[in-house]
């Protein structure tokens, strides 16, 4: 695969997480208890930036890790196998996505387990610090692994078989655009939006977002399956 | 403020407990700064909607907190839609 094309698909499997809202609602919780416990913009402003920081950075180390693995275990030559199982992967956590990505009910509930939904609101309640915020922007990728396994493997897979400056690039990439939607409300609660009409956009355009990450993960799946499975074996033929 | 008032908490796991103006007073708050209203609107939206609330119940000894949040949004969307909504929402958004 050229560079270009394995940028391209770095940016989509970026595109496909950063569509997953854990940390958007985490990140809407901590705005909302920071403005209604009466703290000023500044602190606002630092403990968001914490969040979001703290969210880039365990995105960062999650798929430096997971490319570490692989290369360690696979060295430059990824076996067909693993991108088969990385391509069946993503198709399953994509029909998963749309079944039951949102509970059916109102709001923005997510389909993960209710305790670690308990554990993220109880610490972002009792949030005073940008260190602690910093922590709960780490914990909140790690509480959406279930989602986020998909894109970020099939990036690390691609991510491998880079040169070394290509690779940092790449990283860099997946890192900015997995962090967009973060960014993107971050400026709208930082410039004075109310988090009601941010809260109300999310909550009329969910299935939207489920939908688009789904077929996002296809399309990916889709792609990387006929580019290196379909590809490699009519190159042989 | 308590009111002799039980309040049975969400899913009735945790022990029951009076109700405290206070509290509620203080939600309604957080929740109407969240949407940027004026400090001084959302005291008094506040204090309306707890008014309200307590007026609804004198004839109850035991409602569940669901109860009393509904009837508080109810109230709230009145005077606050916006802050109505996002303090509906604020149980449901992760």
Redesign the interface.
């Known amino acids: 695969m050229d560079i270009p094309s394995s940028l391209a698909i770095i940016a989509l499997a970026a595109l496909i997480h950063t569509s997953f809202q854990?940390s958007v609602?985490?990140l809407?919780?901590l705005?909302?208890?920071t403005?209604?416990?009466?703290q000023s913009q500044a602190r606002l402003l630092r403990l968001t930036t914490s969040f979001v920081i703290g969210a880039g950075i365990m995105t960062l180390l999650l798929l430096s890790f997971v490319s570490l693995v692989f290369l360690d275990a696979f060295g430059y030559d990824t076996p067909q196998i693993l991108w088969a199982i990385c391509c069946g992967l993503s198709v399953g956590v994509a029909v998963s996505i749309w079944l039951f990505y949102y509970r059916h009910?109102?709001?923005?509930?997510?389909w993960?387990p209710r305790g670690i939904?308990s554990y993220?609101?109880e610490r972002t309640k009792s949030t005073k610090l940008s260190a602690e915020a910093f922590g709960l922007g780490l914990s909140s990728v790690i509480g959406e692994i279930l989602f986020i396994i998909a894109p970020l493997t099939m990036s690390a897979l691609v991510l491998i078989q880079l040169p070394l400056f290509w690779q940092l690039v790449g990283i860099g990439i997946y890192t900015v655009i997995s962090l967009l939607s973060l960014i993107i409300v971050w400026v709208l609660i930082g410039s004075?939006h109310?988090?009601?009409?941010i809260?109300?956009w999310r909550?009329t355009n969910k299935y939207f977002l489920q939908f688009a990450a789904g077929a996002g993960l296809i399309a990916l799946a889709f792609f990387v399956y006929v580019s290196e499975i379909l590809g490699s074996a009519a190159g042989v033929i | 403020m308590s009111l002799a008032v039980d309040i049975i908490k969400r899913g009735g796991k945790r022990q029951t407990e009076r109700f405290m103006r206070e509290k509620l007073h203080a939600s309604i708050?957080?929740?109407c700064?969240?949407?940027?209203a004026p400090?001084g609107q959302a005291e008094a939206t506040a204090h309306m909607v707890c008014d309200a609330v307590i007026a609804w119940l004198q004839q109850r000894p035991e409602v569940t907190s669901h109860d009393i949040r509904m009837v508080a949004i109810r109230r709230l969307k009145s005077y606050h839609p916006?802050?109505a909504?996002?303090y509906?929402?604020?149980?449901?958004?992760?």
């Open positions: 854990l609602s985490v809407m919780l705005g909302g208890y403005i209604g416990a009466k009910e109102k709001g923005t509930t997510l993960i939904a993220l609101t004075g109310t988090l009601g009409r809260q109300k909550e | 708050v957080a929740a700064l969240s949407v940027r400090e916006e802050a909504y996002l509906e929402q604020h149980l449901i958004t992760i």
